[in-house]
């Protein structure tokens, strides 16, 4: 009797290369939460474990502002201008069916997190759902089909940790291609909600989208670890010496062993003249905070998302100097946007696509070519700034009349503060 997929010969092939991924993210996830030293005894010394939980905090605040910013806070996924109303329509129906608000969330916070974030496209019940495939639970692969030979796209799910209904854990295991789909209780056949183990695949294709952060598939903190690993070390080091430790020696000066005579586990009678010393290990703790506070220090430095943290910390600052402390966050969030922008694209029509193979209504307008406004702003623009850009843009538009030579003539007063004037410009 099998426990696991991986021990059938069909899928053992893959076995190595999905622990791996299940390995690389789950300690991934470690370091979001802040567990990563949970298991060690560093915590024994209190302040040095104290200011290396603040170093996880950076991770996480880096994450969750990520997750703000690569949708757009003005207008969280907003289409391109132009856009026709019956795909902005569908958009809005789809997102209700998948509770997007939610949904969406976590599937930006698995992609900053591991680097890789995944949907799963699942009709059903007159609707069609992006749900959030965890990366740890899944892996796409190009597999030799046993009864064709034909290389084909293949989707192994396998979640170790489900519980049945009896409340027992097993292992389930998911296997999708573009002709079928089989599904396992601990490696052996076994349908789910009164399904066959092995149905048709009505799409024809594997519903699943991957979108990663960079080419190569890192998180939104990969550099930051090193600085952090740093830390892990030093916490290893100093929890061997303190659990060396724990417990101090004693030297007795003036006695023989057979001199002494001990009561209970603490209390020692030794002869007159003899002196007991307790042997304790000498522990840097000053030098080994100083050393976290400069580590905390690189950190921040390699998470520009936290570059708002200094600028708080400042009274008045110019917005020119502004612009530039921010610009690393505003490339990098852009460099991410341009992918999640694009599977969530591929999703919106993979949907529409579903939809459309079930006999579902209601979101077929995806299936046109369509695309996210990629000028939306990428931080919260201020009622100021947005006057100063509107003059700016203003200012533009009269500046190439005038050097047109065509006669032009703008009001501004819908467009300024009330206080404004109406502006005129007349070409000679």
């Known amino acids: 009797m099998v426990k696991s997929i991986f021990e059938l010969p069909e899928y053992r092939p893959y076995e190595g290369r999905f622990m791996h991924r299940m390995t690389k993210y789950q300690r991934l996830r470690r370091y979001y939460e802040g567990s990563i030293y949970d298991d060690s005894m560093f915590k024994l010394a209190h302040r040095l474990y104290a200011e290396t939980k603040a170093l996880m905090s ?49 599937w930006l916070e698995d992609g900053a997190t591991l680097g890789e974030a995944m949907l799963k496209i ?70 789910y909600n009164g399904a066959p183990d092995r149905i048709e695949n009505p799409l024809g294709f594997v ?67 003899s002196e007991i010393d307790a042997v304790l290990a000498k522990i840097d703790i000053p030098g080994a905070l100083a050393f976290i506070e400069s580590i905390k220090g690189e950190t921040k430095g390699n998470l520009p998302e936290l570059a708002f943290d200094d600028l708080r910390s400042k009274d008045q600052i110019a917005t020119e100097t502004l612009e530039v402390q921010l610009v690393e966050l505003d490339a990098k969030i852009w460099k991410m946007r341009r992918r999640y922008d694009d599977a969530l694209g591929k999703a919106q029509q993979m949907s529409a696509l579903a939809a459309a193979v079930m006999g579902i209504g209601g979101i077929e307008g995806l299936l046109n070519a369509h ?30 009349a005038t050097m047109s030579g065509d006669a032009l003539t703008l009001n501004l007063s819908s467009n300024l503060p009330s206080d404004k004037n109406a502006l005129s410009v007349g070409g000679a």
């Not at 207008?75 to 129906?93: E, V």
């Not at 060396?244 to 030794?270: C, M, Y």
């Open 58 to 106: 950076f991770l996480a605040r880096a994450v969750d502002l990520d997750v703000a910013l690569i949708p757009g806070v003005m207008a969280p996924w907003t289409l391109a201008a132009g856009t026709q109303q019956a795909i902005i329509d569908a958009q809005a129906q789809l997102f209700a069916w998948s509770s997007w608000g939610v949904t969406g969330d976590e």
């Open 122 to 191: 699942v009709p059903g019940a007159g609707m069609v759902q992006m749900q959030r495939l965890r990366p740890e639970l899944a892996m796409t692969v190009r597999h030799i089909d046993p009864d064709t030979q034909a290389t084909v796209e293949m989707a192994l799910i396998v979640d170790r940790s489900a519980i049945d209904s009896q409340g027992q854990n097993y292992e389930y295991g998911e296997i999708i291609t573009p002709s079928e789909i089989r599904t396992y209780y601990n490696g052996d056949p076994h349908g």
């Open 207 to 273: 519903p699943i989208v991957v979108v990663q952060n960079d080419g190569d598939c890192r998180p939104t903190f990969a550099k930051a670890l090193p600085s952090i690993d740093a830390v892990n070390e030093l916490a290893s080091y100093l929890g061997n010496i303190i659990g060396r430790h724990a417990e101090p020696q004693w030297a007795i000066r003036g006695a023989e062993q057979g001199d002494l005579t001990k009561s209970g586990n603490n209390v020692w009678f030794l002869p007159a003249g």
């Open 371 to 400: 695309s996210f406004d990629y000028k939306r702003p990428i931080r919260p623009i201020s009622e100021f700034e947005q006057i100063r850009l509107e003059e700016v843009r203003l200012a533009l538009e009269m500046q190439k």
